[in-house]
């Protein structure tokens, strides 16, 4: 009876104290709308534009410097933000120049804080592949205390963008092709960067990218028009920027793209019906680079009045770098063509989020020169750099368990354009980094062995046709025990403005690889790309690869530690890799056809010259050890609507090495009033196992799994037969049918 009683106090304490909570956050959220409002009302109307400009700070080689006409702006109070300004001393002289003016309305700081700041970790691609949240959230923490510590308030992140073309350069700066996976990794990246605390010098507000679908840019060319009917978008597209809003983001950015023939930047049933009305989204929306501007080019704005027009009525409250907000909207208003109070709007929203970062309480609070020189690239935030690029490494073969390599090895050939390569290793998007503190896979190596006889040669340049490299490489390798062959994608061949129409190893590293293995000699190929790869003849012919994207400034250590046993890798792809770039789209959730792949029917939906398959499913990855799935069983055949399912599956670790495994969850529909995908993924679970040992994991299914938009655009669920498909990759599944009655 007591242990009851006090269960029951226990209960109505923790409902107390989170009502509390609630009723805090709700309070301060009431103070800082009258704050807010009470800023608002002692505004001109030139001071309420000027807050809806962001200009950026400039770099040359006398350092970071603003443009004359910026700051004759800000000292007017004609800007809001500026980005690309970082550091406590330089932050400092900008919010200076701010609070000398009429208003003392103290200037945001944003930057492109991708994947660390000083400190830089995996791209984001990369740690995806981790499939951990936790490691993907401390990522964004480390990235948020570093570039808080150099006066930043801002980041330009998550980028959510679901991508299933591996053409498009950005692909690298999101978290693949799936939507369940994107929107778990966008709410982790926003709380990392967020934290519980925007007024804590340990945080930035994150903004959610680009909005909306600019993933699906046509022919995976980057800034190409997106055309999808709205179930697509609904389906697959917006559920991670959602994710991302509901985990607290506080910005949001525009996309390049134009969707169903209206640019991201005027389009209203983005920013004000989806964004405002269906997901209550409380914070301010900042345009991406120009994009006002490039409403004209869009061919939907005849000038700039027009394009600031379309822009500000479709629910967009800063205009980054265009200027054209600074130029026409007094205008706009004073001819009626705006209203007063639609500035106003935006202007609240952007002064709001000044108040949640503590800005207006003390505007230098984030620049503090003590707390910058303690901060950055503190040894505990490199090693969390060098685990979170363990875990992001993907084994995609490995014949003959040639990896891990014995520590006892006598010598050891490094060959490549990355191989001694530090630039290359910290990505695109790499912000502050400065790539000359990166350990190359080189140094990792010798690191890692120091008695070892470590050869190193070029082989070739990255991406030309030299090969006079080559002879040398060659010669090398024959002296080694085993080649660490190193190949990959220039970092600039991903990221913005990167699309490749091919997906082959660039340059002639295809041929140095073959002149490698005529040599004979046991090779590992490490690859270091942005995106996935047609690397159908190293798939064939080498025993061994690791997919190690760009691991950042610690990757050599995170890839010795791989090389040579010291972490068993665990990663899994979160994109396809096809076959050849002829297969896009091609990802793991399509859909069946009213002709499914028969190989012995010549009208079913095939190629004539390759296989559907892809090189590498979603979710592929190996391990040095082995899983081994048991029989999936179901607490129920059939359930009803108000029922959850639970569905049990025994891993079983049969090899000899301790390792974690991802086990996927996927659920296909199998009758319903619109086609569905073959499989979704909807649930996941990174377990590990000791060497022989075996765990019985379980998963809750309910209706909110297995709903979707219908054929009449409502979403919810439908009666029927559904499949489950568990396993450790979207192809090699265990399968299990149920009904909802
Ligand atoms: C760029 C990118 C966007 C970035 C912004 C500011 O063009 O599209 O992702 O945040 O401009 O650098």
Not at 92 to 110: D, S, W
Not at 584 to 602: A, S
Request: hydrophobic fraction near 40%; charged fraction near 25%.
């Amino acid at each position: 009876m007591k242990i009851k009683k006090q269960t029951t106090l226990l209960i109505i304490f923790s409902i107390l104290f989170s009502f509390g909570c609630n009723q805090k956050t709700v309070k301060n959220e009431v103070n800082i709308d009258k704050k807010v409002d009470s800023v608002l009302k002692l505004m001109t109307l030139e001071e309420k534009i000027g807050q809806l400009s962001l200009f950026t700070s400039d770099m040359d080689q006398t350092g970071a410097f603003i443009r004359k006409e910026y700051q004759e702006d800000i000292k007017k109070g004609r800007v809001g933000a500026i980005f690309n300004a970082y550091g406590a001393a330089y932050t400092r002289k900008l919010q200076e120049m701010a609070m000398n003016t009429r208003m003392k309305i103290p200037l945001l700081f944003g930057y492109d804080v991708i994947h660390g700041h000083r400190t830089i970790f995996p791209v984001p691609l990369a740690e995806a592949a981790s499939w951990d949240l936790a490691a993907i959230e401390l990522s964004a923490r480390v990235a948020a205390t570093e570039a808080a510590a150099e006066g930043l308030h801002w980041t330009f992140a998550p980028m959510c963008d679901i991508a299933r073309d591996p053409r498009w350069g950005r692909v690298v700066e999101g978290a693949g092709e799936d939507t369940y996976l994107g929107s778990l990794i966008a709410q982790a990246r926003v709380k990392g960067f967020q934290g519980n605390d925007l007024a804590a010098t340990n945080t930035v507000a994150a903004c959610v990218k680009h909005f909306a679908a600019y993933g699906a840019a046509q022919a995976g060319r980057d800034y190409h028009s997106v055309d999808m009917s709205e179930r697509m978008l609904r389906e697959v597209y917006l559920p991670p920027y959602q994710a991302a809003i509901d985990a607290g983001a506080v910005t949001v950015m525009t996309s390049f793209n134009d969707l169903n023939g209206i640019p991201a930047t005027a389009n209203r049933f983005l920013m004000t019906d989806i964004l405002r009305n269906e997901w209550n989204f409380k914070g301010f929306v900042v345009t991406d680079y120009t994009s006002i501007m490039e409403l004209m080019f869009h061919g939907v704005a005849a000038d700039t009045a027009q394009a600031s027009e379309l822009s500000i009525l479709a629910g967009v409250d800063m205009d980054m770098q265009s200027g054209f907000y600074n130029q026409e909207l007094e205008n706009l208003v004073k001819t009626g063509k705006v209203t007063e109070s639609a500035i106003d709007e935006a202007v609240k929203r952007i002064l709001r989020v000044k108040f949640q970062l503590g800005l207006f309480e003390n505007p230098y609070k984030y620049c503090n020169e003590e707390l910058e020189k303690e901060t950055l690239m503190k040894p505990e935030f490199l090693e969390s750099a060098r685990d979170v690029a363990r875990k992001s490494i993907v084994l995609l073969k490995n014949e003959n368990g040639i990896l891990p390599i014995n520590k006892q090895v006598k010598s050891i050939a490094v060959i490549g354009p990355f191989a001694d390569n530090k630039r290359d290793l910290i990505g695109s998007w790499s912000a502050a980094g400065n790539w000359s503190k990166s350990v190359s896979l080189l140094e990792g190596i010798k690191a890692k062995l120091p008695e070892a006889n470590v050869l190193y040669a070029r082989g070739s340049n990255i991406a030309d046709d030299s090969t006079q490299f080559f002879a040398e490489a060659v010669n090398i390798a024959k002296k080694a025990d085993i080649v660490i062959l190193a190949l990959g994608e220039a970092a600039y061949m991903t990221g913005e403005a990167a699309s490749r129409s091919s997906l082959d190893l660039p340059g002639v590293q295809m041929q140095l690889a073959q002149k490698i293995y005529e040599t004979g000699k046991p090779i590992a190929v490490v690859l270091m790309n942005g995106r996935p790869l047609t690397i159908n003849w190293l798939n064939e012919k080498v025993p061994a690869i690791l997919e190690t994207w760009f691991l950042g400034t610690q990757a050599g250590n995170a890839i010795a530690d791989v090389l040579f046993g010291d972490y068993n890798p665990s990663g899994k792809l979160p994109i396809t890799f096809p076959r050849a770039v002829g297969q896009i789209p091609i990802h793991y959730n399509m859909k069946n056809t009213g002709r499914p792949m028969d190989p012995n029917n010549k009208y079913s939906s095939k190629y004539l010259d390759i296989s559907n398959e892809p090189l590498y499913p979603f979710g592929f990855g190996l391990s040095y050890t082995q899983f081994e799935y048991g029989e999936l069983s179901l607490s129920k055949n059939e359930i009803s609507e108000n029922e959850t399912l639970t569905v049990k599956i025994s891993i079983k670790n049969t090899g000899k090495f301790k390792g974690k495994e991802v086990v996927q969850l996927y659920i296909r529909d199998l009758v319903a009033s619109v086609s569905r995908p073959v499989k979704e993924l909807k649930a996941f679970q990174k377990i590990e196992l000791e060497a022989g040992e075996s765990k019985m994991l379980e998963f809750k299914i309910s209706t909110k799994e297995l709903s979707f938009y219908k054929a009449d655009m409502s979403f919810g669920y439908e009666k029927g037969e559904f499949e489950i498909l568990i396993g450790g990759n979207s192809r090699d599944t265990k399968n299990v049918k149920f009904l909802l009655k």
